[in-house]
């Protein structure tokens, strides 16, 4: 079977978007990693590393969930703690391995029938198959700059 190129190309990229993320998790200290280094923000998943590294795990899952909702798969809510910069690394490798996961049974359709799904999120905005996958990437490079910025701020 030939696997759809935009399909590759997406989670191929998602999977190399995390590489850099996944190597400044590698050199954080625990304290960095643990400490509250945003203390002014009302958003609870920008307080810490820890917390930014949670949110785009659990963030990860959703994308995936919306894909699976194609083929009526079950909803998975991420809730696992993430005590370590390695355990953020390893939650990282696991999200990717659903998202890819997630592809399986679509990998043979055509651009045509994957143009043809649509997504209303949670956060009431209403993505194609391509817009949400670009999204997931950007959301992991977003905050993959946010954890370096905080870094700086602190070192």
């Given at each position: 079977?030939?696997?759809?190129g935009m399909l590759v190309a997406l989670i191929?990229?998602?999977?190399?978007?995390?590489?850099?993320?996944?190597?400044?998790?590698?050199?954080?200290?625990?304290?960095?990693?643990?400490?509250?280094?945003?203390?002014?923000?009302?958003?609870?998943?920008?307080?810490?590393?820890?917390?930014?590294?949670?949110?785009?795990?659990?963030?990860?899952?959703?994308?995936?969930?919306?894909?699976?909702?194609?083929?009526?798969?079950?909803?998975?809510?991420?809730?696992?703690?993430?005590?370590?910069?390695?355990?953020?690394?390893?939650?990282?490798?696991?999200?990717?391995?659903?998202?890819?996961?997630?592809?399986?049974?679509?990998?043979?359709?055509?651009?045509?029938?994957?143009?043809t799904w649509k997504f209303e999120t949670r956060?009431?905005?209403?993505?194609?198959?391509?817009?949400?996958?670009?999204?997931?990437?950007?959301?992991?490079?977003?905050?993959?700059?946010?954890?370096?910025?905080?870094?700086?701020?602190?070192?």
């Amino acid at each position: 079977m030939k696997k759809n190129g935009m399909l590759v190309a997406l989670i191929d990229e998602y999977k190399r978007a995390t590489i850099p993320l996944k190597q400044i998790l590698a050199e954080t200290p625990q304290d960095l990693f643990e400490k509250i280094t945003d203390t002014n923000t009302t958003d609870p998943d920008c307080k810490s590393i820890q917390s930014i590294t949670f949110h785009l795990v659990q963030s990860g899952y959703t994308y995936s969930n919306y894909i699976n909702s194609i083929s009526d798969r079950k909803w998975f809510e991420y809730n696992e703690p993430i005590e370590t910069p390695k355990k953020g690394i390893e939650e990282i490798d696991k999200m990717l391995a659903y998202a890819e996961a997630s592809f399986d049974g679509l990998w043979s359709k055509t651009n045509q029938e994957i143009e043809t799904w649509k997504f209303e999120t949670r956060w009431n905005v209403t993505y194609d198959f391509e817009q949400l996958m670009e999204h997931a990437i950007v959301h992991i490079l977003r905050h993959r700059r946010q954890i370096e910025n905080v870094i700086k701020r602190n070192s």
